[in-house]
């Protein structure tokens, strides 16, 4: 009896061949397994007993970074062999939209690195079919080694034994390298010069950061920025450098327990840590703080933590090093660095020596970023060890190509039944990033042999990703399609979730989007009913004195509620803030000047945060971000009232009771509760009013712990059934797969 099977998912490059082929033997079957460009084909023969336990054999044992998304099995004729094989792979069939992402050091290869007598002794490209570079290498599929970046690197004896030996972990390991024929480390100056190879530049790297210096390290997706988290002269001297006043930096630490001296991760931020993509988790820190210097992240009761990813951040921590920061290789919102060339000329003024290798970086990958809420990891910037796993499913003939928003940018592509997003991207200020834009798309559809039959952007007309996308699709005769933002948000969290039809109603509740009423949205209820989304609530809306403005300064954003909704308490709470200045504001305020009106919760979290004393934002959600710190340090004791009337939340109640509050004195603490608690009572009136039994979550306010909590536990307790993001980010991160998703179900995709 012979069974052919067609396995999909993520099945190549994690050792998906071996395992089947030893599963195989074990179970005395002859055939074989080989890598087709759209899955990996299993052709099995023996008696039934013996097919049926090697079957459950693959869903039961696989791989560390294995996942099966199908599994088709036929029968098929028997043929005169002996042996299981792994045969050459397919390089006519059509390209899977599956690839494994970058995956962090297994405790196996962890071994080696720290055993004296064994050949991988303190190497810092140590990897196996478990662990190590993936996406970051790869120029092509089937995921072969003779298309990624270690082609240059022939294999030694030794290794290419252990490559060819079935009963191998490294069996099939497309990076597998070793000293003898791997890459090599190098230390340089900021000039592009030689200073030291192997261990020698090792060493001195170490010897630079608990000096107090910079150093720029190239990573798994591109360069890093180092240096000690317990030196506030060293984290002040980065933050000038690289232009980030106040946005925190993410902490490495060598192990786990270092983190619990500095912070407090529950269970589940451990297990996130210590996972396979090994992101930074926010988790709460200490009260004491521990040692880590005040400057890592100021006014934020969270570290970004994360554990070493590679060899070579596990052996920076062998010389005794305590934390140290670990951030994006780049200056303000610029692109990550990937080579060399571009460290010594964008990095130069920022890092003292540079920490590099000779394995190129095939695409930049930024370090992921996740938060465990209500027992879910959810990703805030999906980057290094997520993308470009897929996510939801779409009809299988559709292609699309989704340009996303202008803020945390990225891209989708919709292709044989998948939604593809690619990694982050960043914001589109910059022509160096709006040009990654472009080189990922072309990335994209060459790595999976695309060809998008429709294209998707958001409906503001001056966000970079729109113009982009209106040029890319003019140059190639496609037709292009607009997404309002808050649409795509709502339809992130469907397409994350399986949704395919039914009623559903979106809260999508972020800073700022294009309406289609012209005014600025992001406080909005949406019916979404036979594939078309009604707006049926939302915020009442309040003016934002010098628009763009008001997102760096939440005074603005305090001054325009109050001027719609208590104006004889403007001089009272914000005179002396803005001095001979508010006379000439009102003015422009009561002309229109210069002040789109917007439903938006999250320039209300600013207004609020002006209020209560938060000055100017140097990074998006910083004053949101401090509020929720505030609210987080009290117990609710009630909720302002923000009544529904008609189909708007009524803010007049709010901003009375609060400055009422403001008047007798009562803590920031509470207020900032309070506020929070009269966001959550508002949605589940909104809830209860349309009656829809499906709700579903979208936007970045919903990044706010307290927020998503809340609500998710009052509409479930009243029988709601909540959808939430976790896989894609809340953030404009998940537009373009919201975008994506929309837009393959339209006939022309």
């Known amino acids: 009896m012979r069974l052919a099977l067609v396995v999909r998912g993520t099945v190549q490059g994690v050792g ?59 029968l098929v004729d028997d ?52 662990c190590g570079p993936r996406f970051s290498i790869c120029e092509g599929l089937p995921y072969d080694r003779a298309r990624t970046s270690m082609r240059s690197f022939p294999m030694c004896g030794d290794c290419e034994r252990e490559y060819l030996d079935v009963l191998d972990r490294r069996y099939h390991a497309e990076p597998i390298a070793c000293p003898a024929c791997g890459p090599a480390l190098m ?26 210096r910079i150093v720029a390290l190239r990573g798994l997706g591109g360069f890093q920025l180092l240096c000690s988290a317990t030196d506030d002269r060293a984290v002040s001297r980065l933050r000038a450098r690289k232009r980030r006043p106040h946005k925190p930096f993410a902490v490495l630490f060598p ?26 988790v926010l988790v709460a820190r200490r009260r004491d703080g521990g040692n880590l210097a005040e400057s890592v992240a100021p006014e934020s009761p969270f570290v970004g933590a994360m554990l070493p990813p590679t060899p070579l951040h596990e052996l920076l921590f062998e010389d005794g090093l305590g934390p140290l920061i670990c951030t994006s290789g780049n200056v303000s919102e610029e692109p990550i660095c990937t080579t060399d060339e571009q460290a010594i000329e964008r990095l130069g003024g920022v890092a003292d020596v540079v920490l590099t290798h000779d394995r190129a970086v095939v695409r930049p990958l930024d370090d992921s970023l996740v938060r465990v809420a209500r027992g879910k990891t959810r990703v805030l910037r999906r980057a290094r060890g997520y993308a470009p796993r897929a996510v939801g499913e779409i009809r299988h003939g559709a292609s699309v190509l989704a340009f996303g928003a202008h803020l945390k940018n990225t891209v989708t592509l919709g292709h044989r039944g998948a939604l593809i997003p690619s990694q982050h991207l960043g914001d589109l200020d910059s022509p160096s990033t709006r040009a990654l834009v ?79 009423d012209g005014t600025v949205w992001g406080g909005e209820a949406l019916s979404f009913h036979a594939g078309v989304f009604t707006r049926v609530a ?3 809306t309040f003016p934002l004195p010098g628009a763009e403005a008001a997102f760096r300064e939440p005074a603005l954003s305090a001054l325009g509620l ?24 009102l ?50 004791d009630g909720a302002y009232r923000l009544p529904l009337r008609g189909t708007a939340g009524a803010l007049g109640p709010l901003v009375h009771a609060l400055l009422e509050d403001l008047r007798r004195g009562t803590e920031a603490a509470r207020i900032a509760r309070r506020f929070h608690e009269s966001l959550i009572s508002f949605a589940l009136d909104v809830a209860e009013h349309v009656g829809c039994e499906h709700v579903a979550l979208g936007g970045g306010c919903f990044q706010n712990e307290l927020l998503l909590q809340g609500l998710t536990s009052r509409l479930s307790a009243k029988g709601f059934s909540v959808a939430t993001p976790a896989a894609i980010p809340a953030n404009d991160g998940g537009i373009s797969t919201g975008q994506a998703w929309l837009a393959a179900r339209d006939p022309r995709a």
């Not at 030893?22 to 899955?39: E, I, K, P, Q």
């Not at 340089?188 to 090792?202: M, Q, S």
């Open 16 to 74: 998906f061949r071996p395992f089947v082929s030893r599963t195989a033997r074990a179970h005395a079957l002859s055939g074989f397994v080989r890598n087709d460009r759209d899955a990996v084909r299993i052709e099995v023969q023996g008696d039934e007993a013996r097919l049926q336990a090697f079957t459950e054999a693959l869903l039961r044992d696989l791989p560390r970074a294995a996942e099966i998304r199908s599994m088709n099995r036929t």
């Open 79 to 130: 043929r005169a062999e002996d042996v299981f094989s792994i045969t050459a792979s397919d390089l006519n069939a059509a390209v899977s939209p599956v690839l494994p992402a970058d995956l962090a050091l297994c405790d196996a290869c962890r071994r080696e690195v720290r055993d004296p007598g064994d050949r991988r002794y303190r190497y810092p490209f140590t990897n196996c079919v478990g």
């Open 187 to 212: 230390l340089k100056n900021t000039a592009g010069e030689l200073v030291a190879i192997g261990e020698p530049g090792l060493h001195a790297a170490t010897t630079a950061l608990r000096e107090g």
């Open 255 to 280: 192990n786990a327990g270092k983190v619990a001296e500095h912070a407090e991760p529950t269970d589940a931020e451990l297990a996130a840590l210590r996972s396979k993509e090994a992101p930074i």
């Open 438 to 516: 472009s080189a990922t798309v072309d990335d994209l559809l060459t790595f999976f042999d695309a060809e998008p039959r429709i294209v998707v952007c958001d409906r503001h007309p001056d966000y970079a990703s729109t113009l982009l996308a209106e040029k890319f699709a003019s140059e190639r005769g496609l037709p292009l399609m607009r997404v309002q933002h808050h649409h795509a948000h709502v339809a992130a969290t469907l397409a994350e979730h399986g949704f395919v039809d039914g009623d559903v109603l979106g809260l999508a509740w972020d800073g700022a989007g294009l309406g289609d």
């Open 538 to 540: 939302h915020l009442e």
């Open 562 to 585: 109050l001027f719609a909704h208590a104006p004889e308490r403007i001089e009272e709470r914000l005179g002396a803030r803005f001095g001979a200045t508010l006379g000439p504001r």
């Open 587 to 636: 003015r422009a305020l009561a002309a229109n000047v210069n002040a789109p009106r917007c439903s938006s919760v999250g320039r209300l979290f600013d207004a609020v945060a002006g209020l209560l004393g938060a000055s100017t934002a140097t990074f998006e959600g910083q004053a949101a971000m401090g509020l929720e710190a505030l609210a987080r340090s009290v117990e609710p």
